[in-house]
């Protein structure tokens, strides 16, 4: 089983940057990983995602332009580099990692279903 770890997370102001972590212990019969977050009585939601073999990335509206996933792929670690953080960016967030066969879009990559295995997450906290 896959197992994911979660680092980065801490308090930042408003408009400022956070960079989160996800070290996976292997990559056997994944390729496609994602951040999820989920804010205190909301649902959880997707925020971005990444199809390893065809180098697609896919983002949630609320965060595109201001947030970029991206890997390291020697080092088996997904990153959330997040940037112009806001007050509704607060919440847990949650690396996922699964295999997904056939077409993928925002849509697909950023729901529940592809993925099986999940870290315990790290919460970010923007405040002024």
């Known amino acids: 089983q896959v197992q994911l770890v979660e680092s980065g997370g801490g308090s930042v102001q408003p408009g400022g940057s956070l960079r989160l972590s996800c070290v996976a212990s292997t990559y056997n019969n994944i390729n496609l990983m994602a951040w999820f977050r989920q804010a205190p009585g909301k649902e959880r939601e997707g925020v971005a995602a990444m199809y390893f073999d065809a180098g697609g990335t896919y983002y949630a509206n609320s965060v595109l332009g201001r947030f970029t996933i991206s890997r390291d792929y020697a080092k088996k670690t997904l990153y959330l580099q997040m940037t112009w953080v806001t007050p509704e960016d607060t919440a847990m967030y949650y690396c996922?990692?699964?295999?997904?066969?056939?077409?993928?879009?925002?849509?697909?990559?950023?729901?529940?279903?592809?993925?099986?295995?999940w870290g315990q997450g790290t919460q970010v906290t923007v405040s002024s």
């Open positions: 996922a990692a699964g295999r997904i066969a056939g077409l993928v879009n925002t849509i697909r990559a950023l729901r529940d279903s592809p993925y099986n295995h």
